[in-house]
């Protein structure tokens, strides 16, 4: 930030308490009563202080007395999504200046010529709790906003749309060349009365439109986009359900759709008594794995529980290798099976440290993770070990790289999902294991900036105050 000050005679904190002895009162209402411009001061302030500033004023924003009147509620609502419009385009080119930043640094030093920007996103990611793999996409955001969007970035600044409806405009611009971008840009704001307030998905459509004016000749570079981006995930929503989500080339969807239909019209004709959303997903899941019968899956489960919840019906939570936490009574259903048609089933015993919960393992020399420690490392993991990331396992990683004389063993093992895998090898960006407690790592980030990380807790590692489940004592008997 810029460093500024107000001069005498423009209203600022100097002509305020410059005066007479009631100077002393450095109350709100007796600066501004004897002249401060606010607006004038804050902007000093800020350009003084820089980041520190913003945290003062964060947590004394935080300190604020809630309205009691419901319209003055609903203003307070109303000015906190433009503060948070604006942070957000304040964000952006903080963020382009440091990626110009860094950038530049590297170029004169020599450090990855080919691709200097590798890493930045990451970094940027984790300072907003995010994610690592989602830092390239906000940069490219950021770059365009700052650079491309010159209306809508101030729009942004004075809460005429928030960050939403920005990430509308640059995803249905951002294929555009220079100059169509940036008409289309100008004319959302000269039609602002017609373009803003019609939610989200009649903006997007709006920007389709016009888009299309100038876009016939990219059409074949996005349809081989679209095609080329497709994917399908699937995660955990709660403890009993989980979430399959994808995009797919229009043409993959609307096949997927008229068998869906066809489907669901024959068992509605057949009388089935499920509706079409749970033909649909029986459908689903029978093309995908070939299984029929919801109640019996062919499938090895990798299960780990304490034995207090297994043999004497304690109701502390296991762990299901894929979904995550379960609670007791399902663990143990799943572990018995169905009894009409039974699972095979068994038991690998994982030991953990008294009192830390973290799994005990033995090493090994080989330069790979393999066999029963890779096993190991997954279950004890769970997740990529990134902070704020959590995606799904792909790759197991030596904290200190082996380049670095890393030891293949458990305590120099992490689990990451392969974006983050790559993006610890950004200069400056470096790893090392903590001892002591359950398995935790520090990540310093190429801005020399410190995060930990800690294994999940397995089962054993809590107490829980309740007792095993006994049956009943039997009835007394009428004499």
């Known amino acids: 930030m810029a460093t500024s000050s107000s001069g005498p005679g423009s209203g600022s904190i100097t002509d305020a308490v410059r005066t007479d002895a009631a100077a002393h009162d450095l109350s709100f209402g007796a600066l501004v009563g004897r002249g401060l411009d606010i607006d004038a001061f804050l902007a000093d302030y800020f350009a003084h202080t820089g980041v520190d500033g913003i ?28 503060l948070k419009s604006c942070a957000g385009a304040v964000q952006a080119e903080i963020t382009c200046a440091h990626v110009d ?79 169509a971008r940036t008409e289309i840009d100008a004319r959302l704001f000269t039609d602002v009365h017609t373009c803003f307030g019609l939610g989200g998905i009649k903006l997007a459509s709006m920007i389709r439109h016009w888009a299309l004016a100038y876009a ?143 799994l005990v393992a033995m090493d090994q020399k080989a330069r790979l993770f393999t066999g029963g420690l890779k096993k190991f490392i997954t279950v004890r993991d769970q997740f990529c070990r990134t902070p704020y990331c959590g995606g799904r396992i792909q790759h197991l990683d030596h904290i200190v790289q082996s380049a670095r004389g890393g030891e293949t063993r458990v305590e120099n093992a992490s689990s990451r999902c392969a974006w983050c895998n790559a993006t610890k090898e950004a200069p400056g960006w470096e790893e090392a294991p903590v001892p002591g407690g359950r398995h935790t790592l ?23 105050p309740v007792q095993p489940v006994s049956p009943p004592p039997p009835p007394h008997r009428r004499q």
């Open 101 to 179: 930043a860094v950038t530049a640094d590297r170029t004169e030093r020599g450090v990855r010529v080919k691709h200097p920007r590798w890493g930045i996103g990451g970094d940027v990611a984790i300072a907003r709790h995010e994610p690592p793999r989602s830092g390239v996409e906000y940069v490219n955001f950021c770059q365009l906003l700052v650079s491309g969007l010159p209306f809508t970035l101030q729009g942004l600044k004075y809460g005429v749309v928030n960050e939403a409806e920005a990430r509308i405009i640059y995803r249905e611009t951002r294929h555009l060349d220079a100059a």
């Open 216 to 358: 016939s000749d990219t059409e074949t570079e996005v349809a081989a986009k679209a095609m080329k981006d497709r994917y399908v995930n699937i995660y955990p929503l709660d403890a009993h359900r989980m979430k399959l989500v994808g995009i797919l080339p229009t043409e993959y969807g609307v096949a997927i759709a008229q068998v869906l239909a066809r489907e669901t019209g024959h068992a509605q004709a057949a009388g089935d008594v499920r509706n079409s959303a749970q033909v649909a997903a029986d459908t689903v899941l029978e093309a995908l794995t070939g299984v029929s019968d919801p109640s019996n899956f062919p499938v090895q489960l990798s299960l780990v529980m304490t034995d207090r919840t297994l043999y004497q019906g304690h109701s502390e939570p296991a762990y299901l290798q894929g979904y995550g936490i379960i609670s007791a009574q399902k663990a143990r259903e799943l572990f018995v099976g169905n009894p009409a048609n039974p699972l095979d089933s068994w038991l690998r015993r994982l030991y953990t440290a008294p009192g830390t919960g973290d």
């Open 442 to 464: 520090r990540v310093t980030t190429s801005s020399r900036h410190v995060h930990t990380s800690m294994a999940p807790p397995m089962p054993g590692t809590d107490i829980y």
């Open 55 to 82: 945290r003062t004023v964060t947590l004394a924003l935080g300190r604020a007395p809630v309205e009691v009147e419901p319209f003055e509620m609903v203003e307070g609502i109303g000015a906190l999504e433009s």
